[in-house]
C-alpha cells in the first residue's frame, strides 16, 4: 500500500486556496440527499456536524455524555492559538506554522500546519460572532497571552475554561442545527463498530447506552471525531470516558492507525495520592513562571520541605538549564522530574512529586501580586490536595496529557479507508511528535468549521455512492459481533473489575512505555500485555445485563480494545528507534542526556495497518519532505 | 389578543410578573392605608375626616375598590395556580430536604401562600369589622374620661371599641406579623421579578425589603397595641 | 499516612425510568479523607461488583468540575455541602468518621430518573436549541475586531457562560425551576452585541420551551445560586424577567 497525502502542489502558502478551488462541489438540490455521520461532538465533532448542516446535508451525530455540550474538549484551560498579530508583536501565519512544525520536532506534514495557521484567523472571527466570550481589553479589543514558551502573544483565551467557552459555542451552532432539522442528535451512543460497504465506510454500529439496544446508522460517509487515547495510561487528564473504541474498531476494519507512541506527558498536574485515584488534574502551565522546581539533595529526605535548608535543595531545572530554567518544554520538564523521583530525590507521600515553590515569588512580589496571578489554581489546588500553597511549597508530576498519534488521514482528512474521515485529536496529522500548547483547540474546529465541509463535497461529487441501507448484510455481522462481545464480558463472571485491569494495564505502560523508553522495557512491555489481556478475557467480573444502562459494561468494551491497542502503541514506540517531542527513546541521547531525532531513517510517518488477530500489524510509512522549514536539533541549555 | 400574546400569558415569567405587579398595587394600597390609620393618633376629627373624603366621591371610592378587589383576586388565584404547578414541578420529593443557602429569609419564602391565605382570611374579618359594620351605632359609643357621657366617635369609635377586646387586637397583631413576613420577601421579591439587576443595589433592596416589612408590622400593630395600652382615648 | 473514615451510604437504586426505585444501604469502610465523592463510589462499586451486585451507577466525565456531568443529592444538599463545588470535586474530608450520607439524584419531573443517580437533563438541550445561540454560519463571520465589546460586559457575560449545566439548581430549586440554567444563558448573550439582535425572539422562544418541558416557576428562594458549582448569580434571573417582558412588550 502507498500513502497518499494528497498534499497539492504549489507554494505552501498557496495549496489550500488553490485546493479549494479544485475540489469539486456538490450542486445545493443535491447536498440533503447525502447523510453524514458524525462521531463525536467535541469542538471537532460539533463544528463539523453544525457546519455541514449549514450547508444542506442530512448530519446524524453521536456522542457518549448524555448531552453534546459534555465533550472533553470542555476542560481544556489555557486558550486557542491564533496568527492574528493583534499585539503587533512580529506573529504571522508563516511563524505559527513555523513554530508548530518545529514544536512538533519535525514530524508532521507541512502542508496540513500551513493550512491550519491559515485558518487560526477564520476561527476566532466565527467564535466571536458566536458570542463566545474571550477576554478582552479596557478598549473593547481581545486580549492575548504568550503561552507554552512561545515568543509571540497570539493565545486567546476565557479565563482558565477557554475549551468550554469554544465547546459552548460550537455546541450552540450546533442545537441551532439541530432545531433547524438539518442534524439528528444521538446522545448517549457508543459507537462500537465501523461498517464498511464496497470498501467504503458506509455506517456504525452504535450502542444505546441507556437500553442497551444495538442500532445500525448507514449514511454516505463516516466522520469520527472521538478524541483522544491518553485513557490507555488509565490515569491521565482526560475525562473519564475517553477511550480509543472508535478509532481502533476502524483500524480492525482497514484504517491506518499513525504514531500511537506519540503520547505527550504534561509536567504540571497534581501527584498521585493512593491507590483508589481514578484521574489526574492539570495545573496551568503557567505556574512555572514565577514557581521554582526543586528537591531535596538527598534521597530519602522525609523533612517537611520548611525545614530543608536552602544549601540542601536541588533547583534542578535552573541548574541544568540556566538559560530556559523552569521554563523549558513540556516533555523536557517532564522527564527530568521523572529523573529525580527515579533516583529517589521525590517528595511527597509516594515519592513520586517535586516542589513547585512560591516562597521566593511571594517574597519578591508579595502575596497580593502573586494571588491576582494565579489566586484561582491555588484555591483548586488547595480544593484538591488540602494544602495551602501560599504556606507549602506545591507538590506537582507530570501525567498523560494529549495523543498526537491517531487514524492516519491524508490532506483532505480522509483515512485510507474511503468515505472514512478523521478530525481533531482522533487523527494524527498536525502536530508531528510534540503537540505545542494551545493548538489542539484550534486543530478541532479548524477540522471542522473549516476544512471538512469543503474537502467531505469533493468526496461527495467526486464518488458515485450506491444507496445503502441499514439493513445491509454488513450492518447485521457488525451488529451480531457487537453483541456476542457484550454476551462474551457478561459471561464471564470472573473476580477482577474492569477498573483492575485498566490499572494494572496503565501502570505498565506508564512505566515502560511513558516519559522514557528503552528497548528492554518496551520488549518487556510486549509481552505482559497479551497476559493482561489473557486474565481479562478469563477473570473479568461485569454484573447487570446488556439490555439496561450498566456502566460497567462500556467499561469493559474500552478496556478491552485498549488492551489490543496498547501493544501497537508499544510496537510503534519499540520500532522507533530515535528520540522525537514526547517520543523519548534512552537509546538515542545527546551526551548532556536530551532527546536525540534520527532524521535519516525516521523522519516518517508510522502507520500501521491491523493484520488480523494475534498477527503483527504491518508497518506503512510516509515519508515526510520538509521544503520550507529546515531540520534542526532542538536545545535548550 | 393575538394568539402570541395569549401564550405568552401562560408563560410562567409573564404570570410571575402578573403577582409582582398586583403585589405591588397591594402594597401601595398598605402604604396609603397605614399613612391613614396613624390618623388615629391625631383623634377623631382627624381619623373621620379622613374616611369622610374617602367616601365623598363614591364613584372614585369604587373605581379604587374596583381595581383593588381585581387586583387581590389576580393576585390570590395567580399564586395559588403558580404555587401548585410549582409543587408538581418536583415530581418524586426529596427523602431529606437540605438546603445551602444562607439567606436569612428563608422562613418567609417557604410560607408565602400560606401568610399569604392568612391575610385573606383576616380580610373577611376585617371587613366585617369595619367597612361593613355600623359606624354611628352603638359600637362607636365612647364614653371619654371618667364622668363624661359617652358620645358617638363614629369610625373612630368602631375602631376604638373593637381593640378594646384583647383577643381581637391579638388576632390583628398576630396577622400583622405574618403580613409582615408576607412582605419581607415579597418586596425584594418583586424587584427581582421585575427584572432590577443593578449590582450594586440589589443587596440593598434585600435589606430593604426585611425592613420595610417590619416596619409594616410595627405600623400596623401599633395602633391596636396603642388602644390596649391607653385603653381611653385622650380627648 | 492517610487518614481514613468509615461512611454509612443511603443511595437511591432505581434500575430505569419506569421501574420503582428504593433507598439500599452500603458501607463504606476505610475511605482515604483525600479522595473526592465520586472516588468513593468508585471504591464501593468495586465491593458491589466482586460481590456480584450492580454498581450504583452515576453520571461523571470530566471529574474536574468543568463538564457538568456529575451531581447528586447529599443530605439535600445539591453536589453535597461544600459552596462553588460539583460532586466530583467534593472531598470525603468534608465529612465526619461515622456519618451517614443519604444520596439521591436530582429530582424534578423534567429530569426523569434514567438509573440510580442518573437522570435525563435532554430537557436544558431542547431549551438551548430553542434558542439559545447566535445565528451565524460558519464562513459568514466578520472579522473579530470589526465590533468592539466592554470589558465590563465581556466579563459580565463570561460569569453567566460559565454555566455547566449540571442541573444543580433545579434540584436545589423547590419550585424544580430552571430559571438559573436559562437566565444564564439568556444574559450571556444579551451581554454580547452578536447576541443582541435575536434577543427578543430568544427570550420568547426558551422561556416558552422551558415552561413546555414540565420545569416549576420561580418564586426567588435563591436556592439555586447557593447550590451552582460556578456561583451563577441570581441577578441572571432578574436580567432574564427583564428580557422577557421586553420580548413581550415588543409583541
Ligand atoms: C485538561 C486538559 C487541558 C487542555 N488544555 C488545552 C488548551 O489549553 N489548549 C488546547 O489547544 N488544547 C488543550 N487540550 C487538548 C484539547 O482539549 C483536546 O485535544 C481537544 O479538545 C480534543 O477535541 P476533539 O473534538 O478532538 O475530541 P473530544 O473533545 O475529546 O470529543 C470526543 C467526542 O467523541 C465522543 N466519543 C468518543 N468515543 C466515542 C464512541 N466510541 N462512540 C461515540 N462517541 C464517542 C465523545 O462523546 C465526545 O463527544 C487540553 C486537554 C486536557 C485533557
Ligand atoms: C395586602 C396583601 C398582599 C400584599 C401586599 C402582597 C404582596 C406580595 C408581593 C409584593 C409579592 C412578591 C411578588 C413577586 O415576587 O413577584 C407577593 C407574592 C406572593 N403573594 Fe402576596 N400579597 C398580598 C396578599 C396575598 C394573598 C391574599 C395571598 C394568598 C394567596 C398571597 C400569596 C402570595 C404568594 C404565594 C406569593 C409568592 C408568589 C411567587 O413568588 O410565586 N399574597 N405578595
Ligand atoms: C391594625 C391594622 C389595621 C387597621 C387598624 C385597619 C383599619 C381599617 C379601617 C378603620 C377601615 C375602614 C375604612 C373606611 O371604611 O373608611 C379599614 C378598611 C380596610 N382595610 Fe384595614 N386596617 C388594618 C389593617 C389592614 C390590612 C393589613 C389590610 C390588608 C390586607 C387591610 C385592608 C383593608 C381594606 C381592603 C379595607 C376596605 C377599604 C374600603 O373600604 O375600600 N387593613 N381598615
Ligand atoms: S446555573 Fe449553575 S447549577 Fe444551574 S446548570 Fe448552570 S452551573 Fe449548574
Ligand atoms: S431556587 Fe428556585 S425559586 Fe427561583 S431563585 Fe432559584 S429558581
Ligand atoms: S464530572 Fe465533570 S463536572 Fe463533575
Redesign the interface.
Known amino acids: 500500500m502507498t500513502l497518499d497525502s494528497k498534499v497539492p502542489g504549489g507554494p505552501v502558502s498557496e495549496k489550500w486556496t488553490r485546493h479549494k478551488f479544485d475540489m469539486k462541489l456538490v450542486n445545493p438540490a443535491n447536498k440533503r440527499k447525502f447523510t453524514v455521520i458524525v462521531v463525536g461532538t467535541g469542538l471537532a465533532g460539533a463544528s463539523a456536524a453544525a457546519s455541514l448542516s449549514e450547508l444542506g446535508y442530512q448530519v446524524k451525530a453521536f456522542c457518549l455524555q448524555d448531552s453534546p455540550r459534555r465533550a472533553h474538549s470542555i476542560a481544556a484551560q489555557g486558550g486557542i492559538n491564533a496568527a492574528k498579530n493583534y499585539q503587533n508583536d512580529g506573529d504571522s501565519v508563516y511563524r505559527l506554522f513555523y513554530d508548530t512544525v518545529k514544536g512538533g520536532d519535525y514530524r508532521s506534514r507541512e502542508a496540513n500546519v500551513y493550512r491550519l495557521a491559515e485558518l487560526s484567523v477564520n476561527i476566532i472571527d466565527q467564535c466571536v460572532a458566536q458570542g463566545v466570550p474571550f477576554a478582552r481589553e479596557y478598549g473593547g479589543m481581545l486580549d492575548n497571552r504568550s503561552f507554552g514558551g512561545a515568543q509571540v502573544s497570539r493565545t486567546f483565551y476565557a479565563r482558565g475554561q477557554t475549551g468550554q467557552q469554544l465547546l459552548l459555542g460550537a455546541y450552540s451552532a450546533l442545537c441551532k442545527e439541530i432545531a433547524a432539522g438539518g442534524v439528528k442528535m444521538f446522545p448517549r451512543r457508543e459507537m462500537l463498530d465501523l461498517v464498511v460497504v464496497g470498501g467504503r465506510a458506509r455506517g456504525i454500529v452504535v450502542r444505546n447506552m441507556v437500553d442497551g439496544s444495538i442500532e445500525s446508522h448507514a449514511g454516505d460517509a463516516v466522520i469520527l471525531a472521538t478524541g483522544g487515547y491518553g485513557n490507555v495510561f488509565y490515569l491521565s487528564t482526560n475525562a473519564k470516558p475517553c477511550n480509543v473504541t472508535a478509532t481502533w474498531r476502524a483500524a480492525r476494519k482497514g484504517a491506518l492507525f499513525a504514531n500511537p507512541c506519540f503520547t505527550q506527558i504534561h509536567p504540571t498536574c497534581i501527584p498521585v495520592h493512593g491507590d483508589c485515584q481514578s484521574k489526574l488534574t492539570l495545573m496551568s502551565e503557567s505556574l512555572r513562571n514565577d514557581g521554582r522546581i526543586w528537591v531535596p539533595n538527598k534521597s530519602g529526605d522525609k523533612r517537611p520541605p520548611g525545614q530543608i535548608p536552602e544549601q540542601e535543595r536541588d533547583y534542578y531545572l535552573e541548574r541544568k538549564y540556566p538559560s530556559f530554567g523552569n521554563l523549558v518544554p513540556r516533555d523536557v520538564a517532564s522527564r527530568n522530574a521523572k529523573e529525580v523521583c527515579d533516583k529517589g530525590r521525590g517528595v511527597g507521600s509516594t515519592g513520586m512529586a517535586v516542589y513547585l515553590d512560591f516562597r521566593d515569588s511571594i517574597q519578591r512580589l508579595g502575596r497580593s501580586t502573586i494571588e491576582a496571578r494565579y489566586g484561582n489554581l491555588f484555591q483548586m489546588y488547595e480544593k484538591i490536595v488540602d494544602d495551602d500553597p501560599y504556606q507549602v511549597p506545591m507538590m506537582i508530576y507530570p501525567a498523560i496529557h494529549y495523543t498526537m498519534g491517531g487514524l492516519w488521514v491524508d490532506y483532505n482528512l480522509m483515512s485510507n479507508l474511503p468515505g472514512l474521515h478523521v478530525l481533531g485529536e482522533a487523527n494524527f496529522s498536525d502536530h508531528g511528535a510534540n503537540r505545542l500548547g494551545a493548538s489542539a483547540l484550534m486543530q478541532g474546529l479548524a477540522d471542522g468549521y473549516f476544512v471538512i465541509p469543503y474537502t467531505l463535497g469533493h468526496y461527495f461529487a467526486s464518488n458515485r455512492l450506491d444507496p445503502v441501507k441499514a439493513e445491509a448484510p454488513e450492518f447485521k455481522e457488525a451488529e451480531q459481533s457487537a453483541r456476542q462481545r457484550i454476551q462474551k464480558f457478561l459471561s464471564l463472571k470472573g473476580k477482577k473489575t474492569v477498573d483492575e485491569f485498566h490499572r494494572d494495564l496503565g501502570l505498565l505502560l506508564w512505566d515502560k512505555c511513558g516519559m522514557s523508553r528503552n528497548q528492554a522495557g518496551l520488549e518487556e512491555a510486549l509481552r505482559k500485555i497479551p497476559e493482561i489481556r489473557e486474565e481479562f478475557s478469563k477473570n473479568l467480573v461485569v454484573n447487570g445485563s446488556a439490555d439496561s444502562l450498566n456502566q460497567s459494561l462500556e467499561k469493559a468494551g474500552r478496556v478491552a480494545d485498549f488492551l489490543e491497542f496498547a501493544e501497537l502503541l508499544v510496537l510503534d514506540a519499540l520500532e522507533r528507534k530515535e528520540s522525537c517531542g514526547g517520543h523519548f527513546r534512552e537509546e538515542s541521547q545527546t551526551e548532556e542526556g536530551e532527546a536525540l531525532r534520527d532524521d535519516v531513517n525516521f523522519c516518517h510517518v508510522s502507520a500501521w495497518e491491523w493484520a488480523g488477530e494475534g498477527k503483527k500489524p504491518i508497518l506503512h510509512k510516509e515519508p515526510l519532505v520538509f521544503d520550507e522549514v529546515h531540520l534542526a536539533q532542538r536545545s535548550y541549555k | 389578543m393575538?394568539s402570541?400574546?395569549r401564550?405568552?400569558l401562560?408563560?410562567?415569567?409573564?404570570?410571575?410578573?402578573i403577582v409582582a405587579v398586583t403585589g405591588l398595587i397591594l402594597t401601595g394600597f398598605l402604604a396609603g392605608h397605614l399613612a391613614g390609620n396613624f390618623l388615629i393618633f391625631l383623634g377623631p376629627e382627624a381619623f373621620n375626616g379622613y374616611s369622610e373624603k374617602l367616601h365623598a366621591i363614591p364613584e372614585l371610592l369604587w373605581l379604587v375598590r374596583l381595581g383593588l378587589i381585581a387586583a387581590f383576586l389576580i393576585h390570590v388565584i395567580t399564586t395559588i395556580l403558580?404555587t401548585l404547578?410549582?409543587r408538581?414541578?418536583?415530581?418524586?420529593?426529596?427523602?431529606?430536604?437540605?438546603?445551602?443557602?444562607?439567606?436569612s429569609l428563608?422562613f418567609a419564602?417557604?410560607t408565602?401562600i400560606y401568610t399569604g391565605l392568612l391575610v385573606l382570611f383576616f380580610l373577611v374579618l376585617h371587613l366585617s369589622d369595619f367597612t361593613l359594620s355600623d359606624k354611628e351605632g352603638p359600637a362607636s359609643m365612647i364614653a371619654a374620661g371618667e364622668g363624661n357621657p359617652p358620645r358617638n366617635l363614629g369610625l373612630y369609635g368602631l375602631v376604638w371599641n373593637s381593640f378594646l377586646e384583647p383577643w381581637r387586637a391579638g388576632v390583628y397583631i398576630a396577622v400583622m406579623l405574618v403580613l409582615g413576613l408576607h412582605l419581607s420577601?415579597g418586596i425584594?421579591?418583586l424587584?427581582?421579578?421585575?427584572?432590577?439587576?443593578r449590582?450594586d443595589l440589589?443587596p440593598g433592596i434585600r435589606k430593604l425589603s426585611l425592613v420595610l416589612g417590619l416596619l409594616a408590622a410595627i405600623g400596623f400593630s401599633s395602633v391596636p397595641l396603642f388602644i390596649n395600652i391607653v385603653r381611653t382615648p385622650p380627648l | 499516612m492517610a487518614n481514613t473514615i468509615n461512611l454509612t451510604l443511603k443511595v437511591w437504586r432505581q434500575k430505569s425510568s419506569d421501574s420503582p426505585g428504593a433507598f439500599e444501604i452500603y458501607q463504606a469502610h476505610d475511605i482515604d479523607t483525600d479522595l473526592s465523592f465520586l472516588e468513593m463510589l468508585d471504591v464501593v462499586n468495586i465491593n458491589l461488583e466482586k460481590n456480584g451486585k450492580e454498581p450504583i451507577a452515576f453520571d461523571h466525565d470530566c471529574r474536574e468540575g468543568i463538564c457538568g456531568c456529575c451531581g447528586a443529592m447529599i443530605n439535600g444538599q445539591a453536589h453535597g455541602p461544600e459552596h462553588g463545588t460539583t460532586l466530583c470535586q467534593l472531598h470525603v474530608r468534608k465529612f465526619r468518621d461515622g456519618d451517614t450520607l443519604v444520596i439521591e439524584p436530582w429530582r424534578s419531573r423534567a429530569f426523569p430518573v434514567v438509573r440510580d443517580l442518573i437522570v435525563d437533563r435532554s430537557a436544558f438541550d431542547r431549551i438551548i436549541q430553542a434558542g439559545g445561540y447566535v445565528t451565524v454560519r460558519t464562513g459568514s463571520a466578520p472579522e473579530a475586531h470589526s465590533l468592539p465589546v466592554p470589558k465590563i460586559d465581556a466579563d459580565e457575560a463570561f460569569d453567566s457562560a460559565a454555566c455547566i449545566g449540571c442541573g444543580a439548581c433545579v434540584a436545589a430549586c423547590p419550585n424544580a425551576s430552571a430559571v438559573l440554567f436559562v437566565g444564564a444563558k439568556i444574559s450571556h448573550l444579551a451581554l454580547l452585541p452578536q447576541g443582541r439582535v435575536e434577543r427578543e425572539r430568544r427570550a420568547r422562544a426558551m422561556v416558552e420551551r422551558m415552561d413546555l418541558e414540565g420545569f416549576g416557576n420561580c418564586s426567588n428562594h435563591y436556592e439555586c445560586e447557593a447550590a451552582c458549582p460556578k456561583e451563577i448569580s441570581v441577578r441572571n434571573i432578574a436580567r432574564l424577567n427583564r428580557e422577557f417582558f421586553r420580548a413581550f412588550v415588543k409583541g
Not at chain 2, 424587584?191 to 439587576?197: A, E, K, N, P
Request: proline residues 0%; charged residues 30%; contains cysteine.
Open positions: 393575538s402570541e400574546s401564550c405568552a401562560r408563560s410562567s415569567i409573564l404570570r410571575k410578573q403558580l404547578e410549582n408538581q414541578a418536583r415530581g418524586e420529593r426529596y427523602a431529606v430536604n437540605g438546603s445551602k443557602s444562607e439567606e428563608k419564602k417557604k408565602m420577601h425584594q421579591s424587584c427581582q421579578t421585575l427584572g432590577f439587576y449590582n440589589v
